[in-house]
């Protein structure tokens, strides 16, 4: 899905033999024998890239190592998820298989299609694949269409009109992630606290229900830079049904301006480069193709990096645990960025009218 991987004979995460085997029985035209490659820059579920004898590429995703929260990583519901939303025009990889018999690989896994594309993670990569402004407007005018027509699916039609309970999203998510906190947290953090009894004072009704992604941004689609379109969209495990405007708060939050300071700790978010539509102009282009009004933004985004700062610490510890498949990170950096998500969210929150 990207080039940015790291290969060896010996595979962490991955039992080649069995799943070998499981492939040849259960894939449709693929045969082995398989190279496996550990795609870098997933924090969650682990992603490896599958090359079969043919020279096939296929992806294979499985939960993280050792002990993980029992509702996060759901292999079954990852893979329904994308084979509802690829009945969409909403342009995901295709799913080819499941495999939830453990004494395969340890753990369940699926396997998808290969799309390619790049991942626009940094500005480097983006001066590096749209060097003028007007591909990053085309981009972003692509990339507020797929989420805007990602809310106008009807989940039933699709088959995912029993992936969640649809009403009380934000009562949901922020007892989900106040849990998650509770359970992950590495030390205290006041601010965390602070922000969540506000938000919860100030929620407002649900107007407008679908399937929310949870975690739509650049960095976790593929990018066409020869359409300056959206490839695939990518990364469906925070995926619900609920308040779909919770996705625009988030996409807000990561659609950072030129110049703009970020509370991302060291990471430099890839529109910072510019060309790339505004905010504003985001949020009335998305308003426009949906229908939907979009009111108390500046709830959805205090909302969102209160989140981002839960979900980011439940990274931190499983890093700090050893149970991702990677020991490089830097988890200096990811405390610094829970921190300023935390400080965020608070002046977000405090500034509501």
Not at 89 to 110: M, R
Not at 130 to 138: E, H, I, N, V, Y
Not at 221 to 247: F, K, N, R, S, Y
Request: charged share 25%; net charge negative.
């Amino acid at each position: 899905m990207t080039d940015r991987t790291e290969a060896s004979n010996a595979v962490i995460g991955i039992e080649q033999e069995p799943v070998s085997a499981w492939l040849d029985a259960n894939i449709e035209g693929a045969r082995g024998p398989y190279t496996f490659e550990f795609i870098t820059g997933g924090h969650s579920n682990l992603t490896y890239k599958v090359t079969d004898a043919a020279g096939r590429r296929l992806v294979l995703r499985r939960p993280p190592l050792g002990h993980v929260l029992a509702t996060a990583h759901d292999m079954a519901r990852e893979y329904r998820i994308i084979t509802g939303v690829g009945r969409t025009s909403v342009p995901v990889p295709p799913a080819l298989g499941l495999c939830e018999d453990e004494s395969v690989n340890s753990a369940p896994f699926y396997i998808m299609g290969y799309v390619d594309g790049v991942v626009l993670a940094e500005p480097e990569t983006v001066l590096a694949n749209l060097p003028d402004d007007s591909q990053r407007a085309t981009l972003s005018t692509s990339v507020v269409t797929v989420l805007a027509d990602l809310h106008l699916a009807d989940p039933d039609t699709i088959g995912l009109g029993e992936l969640g309970r649809r009403e009380a999203y934000l009562d949901r998510q922020l007892r989900r992630w106040k849990t998650q906190w509770e359970d992950s947290k590495t030390r205290e953090l006041p601010t965390m606290d602070q922000a969540y009894d506000l938000l919860l004072a100030a929620k407002p009704e649900q107007r407008y229900t679908g399937v929310v992604h949870g975690d739509y941004r650049l960095g976790n689609m593929l990018a066409d830079p020869a359409h300056c379109a959206v490839a695939a969209v990518l990364d469906w495990e925070l995926c619900t049904l609920g308040d779909v405007l919770a996705d625009v708060g988030y996409l807000l939050n990561n659609w950072v301006q030129p110049g703009e300071p970020s509370p991302r700790g060291a990471t430099q978010p890839p529109t910072e480069v510019g060309g790339f539509s505004t905010r504003e102009a985001l949020v009335e282009a998305y308003s426009e193709r949906t229908g939907f009004e979009v009111a108390n933004v500046d709830y959805y985004r205090a909302f969102q990096n209160w989140r981002l700062a839960a979900i980011v610490e439940g990274v931190m510890a499983r890093y700090l645990k050893g149970v991702m498949a990677d020991d490089s990170v830097d988890t200096d950096a990811y405390k610094v960025q829970i921190e300023q998500l935390a400080d965020e969210a608070l002046r977000l929150v405090r500034g509501l009218g």
